[in-house]
Structure formats: structure tokens, C-alpha cells
């Protein structure tokens, strides 16, 4: 051989701390793969039974050398060598495939499988798989009930599953063969005070659907119409009381000046006019604002501008009653504005002996967020600008 090929042939073994090109070290595999295997050292890491004859062959010698039951014992062993690394995840993945290794084997031992599918259940707990857990648990006191630990990790598989009556159930089953284990008495008491506090959630979340169906009963009862919020007050739905009876958060809205009032407990039962009478009555100051001295008791009108939001269909209403009462518990429905060109706008006046509840239940009355009056004084210019519709907010 020449100095340029001995140049260009350089042994993977001869290039320990020097910086040779890639395209001047010949792999180790070459070698190998022309070598048979009674010239093996070892270091063989790259071969499988996918690309060496002579590997395959020694594997099934090797298996041939060994039982099912051996070599489950052995991926037992070695599974049980990587949970003990059980903070590291890594190792508690491995041990799993090993589990499932020995499980795969062919052999007649029922303390064997339940042993397997009980380290198994214990690997998956601690990777948070906890449906897979319950199952492997629950083979394992199939295969062999006296295993105590298999009982214990199908009723924390349960308990992580949030379901305490099958931990109470399991947890019940396994005291009865092991009344002493401390184990499964500590869970069992976790299990019932879980138990206890689903019952009691269970029974609030009931109660506020009932209450919800009510007031939704009660709003259709009266043929009440709800849609978007359009001020910036947002979306206030009124309270119903015990006696059946809704109060509004209703806003009061002087245009001319762009002054409100805000009454927070406006009960339906109560007559526009009896407010007006409480906010204008004779012993009343007059608003610093009214400098005119035009907002009188007598001059007032109040209205109400008719379609002013599109109204929610009674499907949508009813889901955002729903996820309003019982805490978001229920998901709204999607709600699509279409266009305005289709609905009839007009400043409506309000017969001030109606009481509230008879005025929001009007036709064409749709509460954008809550109830929403306009206030304007008689005989004054803006009052004749506001009706001409030539006022916008």
C-alpha cells in the first residue's frame, strides 16, 4: 500500500485526540459486517437481528437456552432495577416496557402475572396514568387476590381517577382479606371525605340547575326578551327572589346633558312613575346639572328605544342563564349578530303608571344588558331634537 492510500485509510482505533476528516476514518461496521461472529470483541453495538445473520442466530440460542417463565423473572428483575429511579421518568417508562416484556412471555404462574401486573399498576400511577393503573390493578387480584398491594393500587387508581365510591368499593373488598393493612384503612377514610364532598357538590350544582330552569321559566313566563349589552355597563340579568319576583339594575339617561342615574334594585312590580316621584319629588335637590331649572317633576318624560339589540334566540339565553348560575359549569352557545337593517328602531314613551315589568315585557322591547331609559324635560329644544331622531348616543 501506498502513502496516499495509507493516507486515506485511517483506523477508527488510531484517531483518539486528533481532528481527522470524516472521509478519512473507515467505520468499525465494515469490518464487522465481513467479520463472522467467533471474531466478535464486543463492541458490536450496532448489530441486530435486522442486519446480521450470525445475531439472530445467537439470540435464538439464547432464548432457546432459557424458559418463558426465566426470562420473565428476568425482565421482573430488571424492572424492578429501574423503578427504584422512579423520580426520574425515564426510568419509570422503561420499567413499564420491561413489565410488559415479562407479561408477553408464555408461562403458568398466577403469582408471577400478578405480581407483573401490579409493578406495572405502581409504574403508571407514578406517570400519572391512572386509567391504565386501574386496569393492571385489577388483574392483579384477579390472578391473585391475597396480593395486597394490587388492592391498594386499584383503589388509588380510582381515587386519582375521581371516582371515591370505586376507591371506597375496592378499598372495602381488599379489608375484608387484609383488615390490617394501614395502607388500605388510610385510603378508605381519604375516600369517604372525597365521597363526601362530591355528595355535597353534587347537591349545589343540582340546586343552582333547578334554580336556573326556574328562572328561565319565570323570564319565559312573562315574555321577557334579552340581547346584547350595548353600553358599556355590560350585561346585567335581574335577580329573582324567593317569592318569584325579578329586580333590575336599571340605568336612567338624561341626553341632553349625558347624565345617568342608576337604580340597582328596581323591582318589577314597582311603577315607573313611583320612581320618577322618588328621584324629582319636591324635597328633592335639583340635579347640579339642570342649571335651567327645566328638569321638574311634571315636565318629565321617560322612553325606551324599541329593538335596541338584536334578541338572544331562546336557546342561546337559556345556556348563558345556565353558565352564569351554575359557575361556568355550562358552556354558552355561540351567538352570531346579523345585520340591523332589519330590525325597526324607534324612541317608544312609557305610560308612567305602567310598573316596570309590564314595560320591558312591551312587544318589540329587548333589554340590551339591562334595562335602559332616556329622561327628557318638556318644552325644551333637545327634547324636539331627540324625537326627530336626530339625536344618537
Not at 218 to 227: D, T, V, Y
Request: hydrophobic fraction near 35%; aromatic fraction near 10%; glycine fraction near 4%.
Amino acid at each position: 500500500m501506498n502513502e496516499a492510500n495509507a493516507e486515506q485509510i485511517v483506523s477508527s482505533n488510531d484517531i483518539s485526540g486528533f481532528d481527522v476528516p470524516s472521509q478519512y476514518v473507515e467505520s468499525r461496521a465494515s469490518d464487522d459486517e465481513i467479520l463472522p461472529a467467533l471474531f466478535w470483541d464486543g463492541s458490536e453495538n450496532w448489530v441486530d437481528e435486522d442486519n446480521c445473520a450470525d445475531f439472530s442466530a445467537l439470540q435464538s440460542l439464547k432464548h432457546e437456552s432459557t424458559t418463558p417463565k426465566e426470562r420473565a423473572e428476568h425482565y421482573k428483575a430488571k424492572g424492578n432495577e429501574a423503578l427504584k429511579f422512579k423520580q426520574n421518568k425515564l426510568y419509570v417508562r422503561k420499567a413499564v416496557q420491561l413489565y410488559t416484556l415479562a407479561l408477553q412471555e408464555t408461562f403458568d404462574d398466577s403469582t408471577l402475572r400478578s405480581i407483573l401486573h401490579g409493578n406495572r399498576a405502581q409504574a403508571d400511577l407514578i406517570l400519572g396514568n391512572h386509567r391504565k393503573a386501574f386496569i393492571d390493578a385489577e388483574r392483579c387480584i384477579s390472578f391473585d387476590p391475597s396480593n395486597v398491594k394490587g388492592w391498594f393500587r386499584a383503589a388509588k387508581s380510582a381515587f386519582e381517577l375521581d371516582d371515591p365510591v370505586k376507591s371506597i368499593q375496592v378499598c372495602s373488598e381488599g379489608l375484608e382479606l387484609h383488615p390490617e393493612n394501614e395502607e388500605l384503612n388510610s385510603l378508605l377514610d381519604a375516600a369517604r371525605q372525597a365521597k363526601k364532598s362530591h355528595d355535597r357538590q353534587l347537591r349545589r350544582q343540582q340546586g343552582l340547575e333547578s334554580r336556573a330552569k326556574l328562572y328561565i321559566h319565570e323570564i319565559k313566563k312573562r315574555g321577557l326578551q334579552f340581547g346584547p349589552p350595548g353600553l358599556a355597563t355590560g350585561e346585567r340579568f335581574p335577580e329573582l327572589s324567593a317569592q318569584h319576583f325579578f329586580s333590575y339594575w336599571v340605568l336612567f339617561v338624561y341626553p341632553e346633558v349625558m347624565q345617568t342615574d342608576i337604580v340597582e334594585d328596581f323591582d318589577e312590580r314597582k311603577k315607573i312613575g313611583a320612581q320618577l316621584d322618588i328621584m324629582f319629588g319636591p324635597d328633592v335637590l335639583a340635579p347640579e346639572w339642570d342649571t335651567a331649572g327645566a328638569y321638574k317633576r311634571d315636565r318629565l318624560e321617560i322612553y325606551y328605544i324599541t329593538n335596541s339589540a338584536q334578541a338572544y334566540p331562546s336557546a342561546v339565553f337559556e345556556q348563558k342563564v345556565l353558565s352564569l348560575s351554575c359557575q361556568g359549569t355550562v358552556t354558552e352557545k355561540e351567538f352570531t349578530l346579523t345585520s340591523k337593517t332589519n330590525w325597526e328602531m324607534r324612541k317608544k314613551l312609557v305610560d308612567e303608571t305602567c310598573t316596570l315589568g309590564e314595560i320591558l315585557a312591551a312587544n318589540e322591547h329587548v333589554i340590551s344588558g339591562h334595562p335602559v331609559f332616556y329622561i327628557v324635560a318638556q318644552g325644551t329644544e333637545f327634547r324636539e331634537r331627540f324625537l326627530k331622531d336626530t339625536w344618537k348616543l
